[in-house]
């Protein structure tokens, strides 16, 4: 299959089953894309339905922040790759935010491809399914003229069992391992302002984490 230099991830299952599954997710992905992998997270969302899907917001919570610690720290093995996640869509839980954009945001590098980890019924490459994945893409980023697409779940899913959410979250890097430490749905709040301090000798995953987590609370 064609390598592309960018890429646009779109994953649509809830974060709890998409977990033990994104190793996988991002190794498919790397053999696809060989400089630039953009995310964009939209749990929940169905490609197979009769409407043409919108981008959503999503509600900033503390599995959210994790979920963002665990995918940089799993594409570390990719060392090719430009991992970012896109942030635009994530909200905290303040009333003094923006709504979400409607017109299409540039990108520095616009995607070649779009790929997502959404499941059709019989695991094949459902054209109108990607259709709708390539019309939901360009209506959110700017892309490549001729955007191809990707269904991933045929690459990586083959011979797994749908992973149910695990009861028992990950290991959080962001909450305080304790008995108190907030439950992972727990909406993380938003602040006016913000100080972010590091060395930053070469840009790296661990500080993409802390740029992003910083963003996120400081929307």
Known sequence: MAVFRSGLLVLTTPLASLAPRLASILTSAARLVNHTLYVHLQPGMSLEGPAQPQSSPVQATFEVLDFITHLYAGADVHRHLDVRILLTNIRTKSTFLPPLPTSVQNLAHPPEVVLTDFQT????????????????????????????????????????????PLDVPLPSTIRPASPVAGSPKQPVRGYYRGAVGGTFDRLHNAHKVLLSVACILAQ
Request: net charge negative; aromatic share 12%.
């Open 121 to 164: 019924l019989d695991g094949s490459q459902y054209n109108p399914v990607k259709q709708q994945l390539v019309r939901y893409a360009t209506s959110c980023y700017s892309c490549c003229p001729r955007l191809a697409s990707v269904l991933l779940y045929s690459d990586y899913g083959i011979g797994e069992v749908p992973v149910e």
